[in-house]
C-alpha cells in the first residue's frame, strides 16, 4: 500500500525559514513527479511547487526566489525549503505524488497535510 507523508511544519516568524518533506513508501512504484499544495483556511487549494522525473521545477509566482524544491532520489523523497517566510503563507501544505505503479499504471497520491504558520 503506498502512502505519502510530509512533515516538518510549524510556527515561524516573518522572515524565518522551514523546510518540510514529502516521503513516499510502501510498494514498488516509479516516479513521475511530486507537487507541493497549499490551502489557506477558508480558501482553495493551490499549487506552490512540482518537480517532474526529468527534474523540470514550477513554481507558483507568489513563492519564485523564496522556495525551493528538491528530490533525494535513494530516499523517494521530495523537500520544499522555504525562506524569507510571510504571514500570507501561512497554510495547510499538502504533498501530491503522481507514481507509476504495477499493473495499474499512473497513479495519484495525496498526503494528509501539514501546518505552516508564520506569526510574530
Known amino acids: 500500500q503506498v502512502q505519502v507523508a510530509e512533515s516538518g511544519g510549524g510556527l515561524v516568524q516573518p522572515g524565518g525559514s522551514l523546510r518540510l518533506s514529502c516521503v513516499a513508501s510502501?510498494?514498488?512504484?516509479?516516479?513521475?513527479?511530486m507537487a507541493w499544495y497549499r490551502q489557506p483556511t477558508g480558501k482553495g487549494r493551490e499549487l506552490v511547487a512540482e518537480?517532474?522525473?526529468?527534474?523540470?521545477?514550477t513554481y507558483a509566482d507568489s513563492v519564485k526566489g523564496r522556495f525551493t524544491i528538491s528530490r533525494d532520489k535513494a530516499k523517494n523523497t521530495v523537500y520544499l525549503q522555504m525562506n524569507s517566510l510571510k504571514p500570507e503563507d501561512t497554510a495547510m501544505y499538502y504533498c501530491?505524488?503522481?507514481?507509476?505503479?504495477?499493473?495499474?499504471?499512473?497513479?495519484?497520491?495525496w498526503g494528509q497535510g501539514t501546518q505552516v504558520t508564520v506569526s510574530s
Open positions: 501530491n505524488a503522481n507514481l507509476e505503479i504495477h499493473m495499474l499504471g499512473s497513479r495519484q497520491f
Open positions: 518537480i517532474t522525473s526529468g527534474g523540470t521545477i
Open positions: 510502501g510498494g514498488a512504484f516509479g516516479f513521475n513527479g
